[in-house]
């Protein structure tokens, strides 16, 4: 894969360890928020991403969310 690719893809995702930090919980509840039904991701293989712009907008559609 070409790097400015790689880097371009990687400035528009999250992975599942930055969306852990944003609020500052754990990597496993940051887990279990990316598998939640409605939750949109990019899954390749094992590799787990998150588009920012959709992560955002269920954050501020889905204030009171349980996990």
């Known amino acids: 894969m070409h790097v400015t690719y790689k880097k371009r893809l990687k ?5 599942i360890e930055e969306i852990a ?3 500052g919980v754990s990597y496993k ?3 279990k928020l990316v598998d ?4 949109q991701k990019i899954q390749m293989g ?3 991403l998150i588009p920012k712009d959709l ?6 559609n889905n204030p009171e969310i349980k996990i």
Request: glycine share 4%; net charge positive.
């Open 21 to 23: 930090k944003l609020p």
């Open 36 to 39: 939640l039904k409605g939750f």
């Open 55 to 60: 992560f955002w907008e269920w954050m501020k």
């Open 46 to 48: 094992r590799r787990i």
């Open 11 to 15: 400035k528009l995702t999250y992975n």
């Open 29 to 31: 509840l940051a887990s």
